[in-house]
């Protein structure tokens, strides 16, 4: 037993506000916005728990865990690319724009008669090369990420629009049943499944958080946020132009991916589709806990965030109200972090 | 890296000195641009340079340029003015909507829609509306500190899903001809967007130019706490750049709504900000801030409009018009990076992984010193 342990014990008995306390100021502080997200989770679980749940059903089930992760797998993708680029304090408009490219991409080649392997393998090249394409003008022509990706965004957009300008519909055989595999569990309300594009998004989600925490790689996405312009990075021998390369990289990639998810998801391609959704991946990202200024954050975090994002929607459906108020409350959620993270980032100077 | 200070000239290279300053001007690149995309509108369309006046009022196509440059530059000027103090407003577009969608639900609420006060009070109100989204973004980025791309991103994100609540989701259509003038009528034979424009343009350039905010908005945008300590009002200047952003959006939003009177809250001033944003780039301002050229901005958006124009002109589906302005950004951008000129003359700049990163800050502060 440490002295300070023996200095605790024989003290008065703490109480649980102070214990609390304690137990807080222990934890590192980067873990802060992180629980914010999570008590904020709790918190709609338990406000659905109380408002939906009937004797038969409860909201909190694994049928509303599997619904979330089916019908979000596609954003989770994104959420992900997008943390690695907001890590080194970077921006990725880009990536709304290459879902519907890849969307269409896939439709069309299909029509083209290109067998299945090779236009999996194509769609998500086409992601990587609009990431490396951003990547590219940011690391060697001093571009700014927002106008960089801006520029992607439009020409993504453009392209789509040259393919096609109404709804493709996909109808291959080997896509069609990659939509429909599923593993189901439970029976009648209680039912649940696993499907494709959630094993797909948790993979994605599982490598980037390898990644990020256990590699060289991670380390210097990291250290790249830390607002030095990469200059500690490189001193630890890191390399950053190469890294902050491969953050676009890495997010259009995973751009190219969901465009994949999405596809399965709606088996057609749309050149509308996508239009706002990069602004909804930053938002889970920053719901989870990333800091926009960059070096801080943590991807399972944004795995959170897109939870909480998809429960508003769920929330709102369930409470009857117009899907616009989504957008409302996506702002109010968006606001309340930020403040929490400006708390939190004030606390720490 | 230093501004590029180019070696004492023999007299024979007097010339191309003046080439190279010409060339590096921010402006040459977009105006180059534009003056050929013009000619080869002319070009490929034989009646694109005419202009005409019928009933005293001037038609042509030049003219619905100059028409469709109206809400990119209104936009763009609050913009710029933003991005000057090195921040940005990504909330325009929605404020456009909400502007259009309080002015005309005033308007189908009012007694007599046609009534010119009415119609006032209605323009009044979604300005007012624009100057409050304004000071929201204002509080954000100057109270709270917030980074501006997420401050202003919050009513971005919001401001549709508001704009729905006024109308009710509904397109919300109203017929009064006093209003329809700000979008489609003419003032001494000139259309009234230009009119309205060209006098925001003017008032800003005067208020920013001859006044010293022009210089305290440069100032902010090189360093906020070297310039609060200096005695710039950082705070509140910053905040009143937000609020004229908002007041001009929601202008923009009113004329660019106006000719068809109809708020749709959906589609109203989507991804205008885009555009705004890509005017004031377009027009040599760098998105680091600290710098801006309004004179530009007039280049800018008569890129912009003509870019569209060229599209329809070349017999282009409209549609791909997000490919050629993605290509003429790519192009600018990179004709401006500094990397190629110095590719250009030769001197490849030593891998960035062997020198101790020269980033945006560094590059700043030699642009700052030029």
């Known amino acids: ?27 590192d502080r980067r873990f802060l916005p992180v629980l914010g997200t999570l008590l904020t989770l709790a918190l709609m679980l338990g406000i659905g728990q109380q408002r939906y749940s009937t004797d038969r059903v409860d909201f909190v089930s694994m049928k509303l865990l599997s619904n979330l992760l089916v019908d979000n797998s596609y954003l ?12 080194t304090g970077g921006i990725d408009l880009s990536v709304g724009a290459v879902v519907a490219l890849v969307g269409l991409s896939i439709a069309e080649m299909f029509t083209a008669g290109l067998p299945l392997p090779v236009v999996l393998v194509v769609a998500v090249l086409i992601g990587t090369s609009c990431g490396l394409l951003i990547g590219v003008m940011v690391q060697v022509f001093d571009i700014q990420p927002f106008i960089a990706s801006l520029a992607v965004m439009f020409l993504a957009r453009g392209l789509a629009n040259v393919i096609s300008v109404n709804s493709l519909k996909i109808d291959d055989e080997g896509f069609s049943a990659l939509a ?170 | 890296m230093t501004p590029t200070t180019p070696a004492p000239a023999p007299a024979a290279s007097r010339g191309a000195a003046v080439w190279r300053e010409v060339t590096h001007h921010g402006l040459f690149w977009p105006l180059l641009a534009l003056v050929l ?10 009646g694109f340079l005419d202009v005409t006046v019928r009933d005293g009022h001037l038609f042509g196509q030049i003219v619905d340029l100059l028409r469709n440059s109206a809400t990119p530059l209104l936009l763009a000027l609050g913009m710029c003015l933003v991005i000057a103090t090195g921040g940005i407003d990504l909330s325009v577009g929605a404020v456009m909507a909400i502007a259009l969608a309080v002015s005309l639900t005033y308007l189908d609420n009012a007694a007599d829609p046609r009534a010119v006060p009415t119609v006032l009070t209605a323009i009044v109100l979604g300005l ?30 919001a401001g549709r899903g508001i704009a729905m609540l006024i109308t009710k989701g509904q397109i919300t ?23 309205i424009a060209i006098a925001a343009f003017v008032i800003v350039v005067v208020v920013v130019r001859r006044t010293a905010l022009g210089m305290f908005l440069e100032s902010i945008g090189i360093n906020r706490e070297a310039s609060r300590l200096a005695g710039v009002r950082a705070r509140r200047t910053t905040w009143t750049v937000y609020v004229i952003a ?103 700049r030593a891998d960035r992984e062997d020198t101790p990163a020269a980033p945006v800050e560094t590059t700043n502060a030699a642009e700052v010193t030029a």
């Open chain 1, 180 to 349: 429909a595999w599923g593993l189901k569990f439970g029976e009648g309300r209680q039912l649940w499944r696993i499907n494709a594009s959630m094993l797909i998004a948790m993979a994605v989600l599982l490598i980037a958080f390898l990644v990020l925490h256990y590699t060289r790689f991670g380390r210097s996405v990291y250290g790249l946020g830390a607002g030095d312009g990469g200059a500690a990075v490189n001193l630890m021998g890191l390399r950053p132009a190469r890294t902050r390369v491969w953050v676009y990289v890495i997010s259009g990639t995973c751009a190219g991916i969901a465009g994949v998810l999405f596809a399965l998801y709606t088996k057609s391609g749309f050149n509308l589709t996508g239009v706002g959704m990069e602004l909804d991946a930053i938002a889970a990202v920053v719901i989870g806990g990333t800091l926009l200024s960059g070096g801080v954050g943590f991807v399972l975090g944004t795995g959170a965030g897109v939870l909480v994002y998809g429960l508003i929607q769920v929330l709102i459906a369930r409470e009857g109200l117009e899907s616009w108020w989504t957008r409302v409350f996506i702002g109010v959620v968006l606001l309340a972090f930020v403040i929490l993270q400006r708390v939190l980032a004030v606390r720490r100077h």
């Open chain 1, 1 to 27: 037993m440490s002295t300070e342990e023996m200095v605790r014990t024989h003290g008065a008995p703490p109480t649980v506000v102070t214990r609390a306390r304690r137990a807080l100021s222990s934890l």
């Open chain 1, 76 to 87: 989770l993708v994104l959420a992900v690319g997008m943390t690695f680029v907001i890590l």
């Open chain 2, 173 to 195: 259509t109203v017929t009064s001809p006093p209003f329809k003038t700000i979008g489609s009528g003419f003032f001494l034979g000139v259309p009234t967007p230009v009119v």
């Open chain 2, 37 to 46: 995309l013009i000619l080869a509108c002319g070009a490929a369309s034989p």
């Open chain 2, 128 to 157: 007012a509306v624009g100057a409050l989204g304004g000071a929201f973004n204002g509080a954000m980025v100057a109270g709270l500190g917030i980074q501006p791309f997420i401050a202003t991103m919050i009513l971005m994100v």
């Open chain 2, 246 to 348: 908002g007041v001009l959006a929601a202008l923009a939003g009113l004329v660019y709504g106006a000719p068809t009177m109809a708020a749709d809250a959906n589609n109203i001033g989507l991804m205008k900000e885009l555009d705004a944003i890509m005017v004031v780039v377009l027009g040599g301002t760098k998105l680091d801030g600290g710098r801006f050229y309004l004179g530009g901005l007039l280049v800018g958006a008569m890129l912009l409009s003509t870019l569209e124009r060229a599209v329809i002109i070349f017999q282009l589906p409209s549609q791909t018009t997000p490919l050629f302005k993605a290509l003429v950004l790519i192009a600018v951008c990179v004709a401006a990076s500094p990397t190629l000129r110095a590719m250009l003359r030769g001197r490849r």
